[in-house]
Every structure is written in C-alpha cells, then in structure tokens.
C-alpha cells in the first residue's frame, strides 16, 4: 500500500510540473507552433518458435506482442524544455495494454555543458535503453536480449533528479555525460516478478537507491563513438516460498551493480555496434518462520554475477529496405559456462547459457509505416522463464517474429 501511496504522489507531482509549465509556455511565454511536439507510435507483432516459450507463448505463436505510446514536449523558453509520455504494452501476461505515464520531465539547460533533468526519464545506459521503444530508430524487432531484457524494461526508469552535458575535448573529440539519482516503482506483476517466480511468489519489492552515469566519447576517427555506462541500485524482494506451510523470505540487494562497455561505428549506410554488459552484486536471504513457531535460521548468502554481450551489423540498401545480423550470448554465471554446475542441480546444462544469432529485416513501405521480419537461431534457454515452460526446455530452438510499426 505505501508503495501504491508513494507511486500515485509522484505521478501527481509529476504531472502538476507538467501541467504548471504548459500553463506557463501558453501565456507568459506565448510560441509557435513548432515549439509543441506531438509524437506517437503503435506496433502490433507476431512470434513463433518450434520449441520453448519465450516472452510470450510462441510455441503456439501469439500475437500478444504490441505496445503503443504518445508523447508531448513542449519549449517553455530557449533553454527550459517538457514533455511526458504515455505507454502501454502487451507481452504475453505482462504490460496487458495498461496505459501508464512512462516519462515526464522539466528539462533545464543552462549551458552546452550542464543541463539538469528532474522529473521520472529513461535511465540513460547503454546505446539503446532510452530508445528501446522506437522501432524506426533501428533494424531489428527485438534488440539483442543478452543487455537489454524485455522483460525488465520497467527497472530502467529512474524517478529523481539528472544531470547532463557535452563537453569538447578539442582534437581528441567531444564527449556526452550523463549521471542521475533517485528511486522506482516496481510492479510485482510485471516481468521481474516473473523471473523472481522462479524462487517463489513475489509479494512486494522496494528499491532503497539508484545512482549512475554514462560517459560517450565521439572520437576524432568520424563515426566512432565509445560509451561507458554504470549502475547501482538496492533491491528487496518479500517472497513466499512454493511450500506447504508457507515460508516467508526477504531477498535483499544492498548494492546491485550493471555495467556496460559500448562501441558504434557508422560508416555511409553500414553501422556496426558491439557492447559487453555485466552485473553483480551480494544477495542475503533471510526466512520468517515465525508463522511456524520456529526459530529464524541465519541469513544465507550468495553472489549474483552475470554477463552478456552481442555484436550487430546493419546495412541499409535502398530508402525502403535494410538488413542485418547480430550474435547475443548470455551467461547467468560466467563461472560456470558449461553448465556443470546446473547440471548438479538436476537441470538441463544448457540453461546456463543462451546463444543468439538473428537476421533481421526491414522495409520502410511509407515515411510512417514499417514492417519488419526476424528470425532467431538459438542454443540455450538462460533466458526464458521457467513459469511459461514448465513441461521443459529444448536445446535448440528457432524463433520467428514479424512485427510492423506507425509512427508520426
């Protein structure tokens, strides 16, 4: 409830800065029309694949696999900007088309060298996480899954305060910066609750923290750029176990840490990106069994660590049609990359690993209009949910998905 309470305050707030500054720009600081921008989006999509579900049940194929968004900026003067979006999505039983305020913010920038952004925005990490949503902006249907989980695309939204910049570095180039803090609201039926299912069932989760930043270099070989992102952020999760009688757990993260190492290079109409991602941090798990009249065992410990990373290529052939590939691999835990240590466990060794080579196509039918078409060859299953596969996984799987995109 208090979570609830805190969430429906901060939207309030948010949207009276919002409201306040539109008010403002419409009478103290009258403008022209193109001081107002409306922009939106609407995708419906389509996958399949001939073993394992993955996202959403595309062992039979689904179509539920949509999002649409709109969006409103608006300049206040020369250098104070706002804007919000509105979101929703669907991806199998996550998102189910619930609208949200995805973003809102004030935007003041003082000078090219500082620029400070209160308000609730995408977290600035990696090449692609604040345009995840923006199918025109990139080739492929899904981005590579190794970095950039669909499924916790909500813990990549900060409510707080950022800081921002370009700075010349003369002959060496200019460099962008980026460094925030705040806090989140997690929904425990989104898809980080469907992870946690796993272990049990998720009853509530508290982000304490969240403080970052990223660094990009656009070096002086022209179409080079360099980025360097950093994350840390404290998590609980209040779990109950799948027992009979129910065993209540508190998993708590004091210093959960994301990293990801990025390079892009444009080149006429190719463009080739690599990035390297990796997370870790110490995980205590404390039991309740104060329901059974027990005594509290001591807290377990354990570690978290994982990595991903891909490398992808584009092409654009003519103004309507573009192609490219990309190779992900994920790794749960980088220390046990063979899979012996699932396989103790009683699992399949191939759930400590997913290996992903797509090729991906898109044709641009009108200036507004996309239609895209993918295939996935993939070994492994480390990213796939246990609780859409529970009669098992396959080794080796393919995933096809078709996905087309409006957009003004």
């Not at 008010?23 to 389509?46: K, N, R, V």
């Not at 590579?144 to 060496?172: D, I, K």
């Not at 994920?330 to 063979?338: A, E, L, T, V």
């Amino acid at each position: 409830m208090g979570n609830k309470g805190n969430e429906k305050r901060m939207k309030k707030i948010i949207m009276d800065v919002v409201i306040m500054c539109l008010a403002l720009a419409g009478t103290a600081h009258p403008f022209a029309a193109g001081d107002i921008g409306i922009h939106g989006f609407a995708s419906t999509g389509y996958m399949k694949s001939n073993h394992n579900n993955y996202l959403i049940p595309t062992e039979e194929g689904s179509f539920e696999f949509n999002e649409a968004g709109i969006n409103f900026t608006a300049s206040v003067t020369n250098n104070i900007r706002v804007g919000m979006q509105l979101y929703s999505f669907d991806l199998g039983d996550v998102g189910n088309n619930d609208m949200k305020l995805d973003w809102a913010f004030l935007d003041y920038q003082w000078k090219e060298e500082l620029g400070i952004r209160p308000g609730k925005f995408k977290t600035p990490f990696g090449l692609y996480n604040e345009l995840q949503d923006y199918d025109m902006l990139r080739t492929s249907v899904l981005l590579p899954q190794s970095v950039y989980n669909r499924f916790l695309r909500e813990t990549m939204v900060v409510q707080g305060l950022g800081l921002y910049g370009n700075v010349s570095a003369g002959a060496a180039g200019t460099l962008a910066y980026d460094a925030y803090f705040g806090t989140e609201d997690i929904d425990t039926e989104g898809g980080l609750g469907k992870f946690a299912s796993a272990q049990g069932i998720l009853k509530n989760c508290t982000i304490g923290h969240i403080f970052g930043g990223r660094i990009k270099w656009k070096t002086p070989l022209d179409g080079l750029l360099l980025s360097s992102s950093f994350l840390e952020f404290e998590i609980v999760y209040d779990m109950e176990a799948r027992t009979e009688p129910v065993v209540k757990m508190e998993v708590s993260v004091p210093e959960w840490q994301l990293f990801i190492f990025s390079a892009k290079y444009g080149m006429g109409d190719m463009t080739i990106v690599g990035e390297y991602s990796r997370q870790s941090g110490d995980v205590t798990i404390t039991q309740n069994l104060s329901n059974l009249g027990l005594p509290n065992p001591p807290p377990m410990e354990a570690g978290i660590y994982n990595e991903g990373y891909y490398g992808m290529i584009s092409y654009r052939f003519t103004d309507w049609f573009e192609a490219g590939t990309y190779y992900s691999v994920y790794y749960p835990d980088p220390d046990d990359r063979d899979g012996e240590n699932q396989a103790a466990m009683g699992k399949p060794d191939y759930t400590a690993w997913q290996k992903d080579w797509t090729l991906s196509t898109r044709f641009d039918i009108t200036d507004f209009w996309l239609v895209k078409l993918e295939v996935h060859f993939i070994d492994g299953v480390a990213l796939c949910a246990d609780a859409d596969n529970p009669d098992g996984y396959e080794k080796d799987w393919t995933l096809f998905a078709v996905k087309t995109t409006f957009n003004f």
